[in-house]
């Protein structure tokens, strides 16, 4: 099963209790899609640089695209206008992260 989730993750700056209390109520939304509680859960207090290479069940999770300068290194070259253009979103895409501020927006596809 397919997770699609518009997650908004505040900016790294931001207080611990403030995204993690975004986390929650993600979770509750998400209560149906157990295997990705723990990975959500794992968002907690962890730099996003991280969570790029993250593992849960076997199933890795890797960034497709970023509109932010810090994920320079870790971004292949798709833009986020091509992905819809050709239709992947909604089949490729199983997390889409959005950051405030000046964090821009990660799209999350799990790898087969």
């Given at each position: 099963m397919?997770l699609?989730a518009v997650?908004?993750?505040v900016?790294?700056?931001?207080?611990n209790?403030?995204?993690?209390?975004?986390?929650?109520k993600?979770?509750?939304?998400?209560?149906i899609?157990?295997?990705?509680?723990?990975?959500?859960?794992c968002?907690?207090?962890?730099?996003?640089?991280i969570?790029?290479n993250?593992?849960?069940?076997?199933?890795?999770?890797?960034?497709?695209?970023?509109n932010?300068?810090?994920?320079?290194?870790?971004?292949p070259s798709?833009s986020?206008?091509?992905?819809?253009?050709?239709?992947?979103?909604?089949?490729n895409?199983d997390l889409?992260?959005g950051?405030?501020k000046?964090?821009?927006i990660?799209l999350?596809k799990?790898?087969?």
């Amino acid at each position: 099963m397919v997770l699609h989730a518009v997650y908004k993750l505040v900016s790294f700056e931001d207080s611990n209790q403030r995204r993690n209390t975004l986390i929650d109520k993600l979770i509750q939304l998400s209560k149906i899609f157990f295997q990705y509680i723990i990975w959500l859960n794992c968002l907690r207090n962890i730099k996003p640089k991280i969570i790029v290479n993250y593992t849960l069940n076997n199933d890795k999770f890797f960034p497709v695209y970023s509109n932010t300068s810090k994920w320079d290194n870790f971004i292949p070259s798709m833009s986020l206008p091509n992905i819809f253009k050709t239709g992947n979103l909604n089949k490729n895409i199983d997390l889409l992260i959005g950051t405030v501020k000046d964090e821009g927006i990660i799209l999350f596809k799990k790898s087969i």
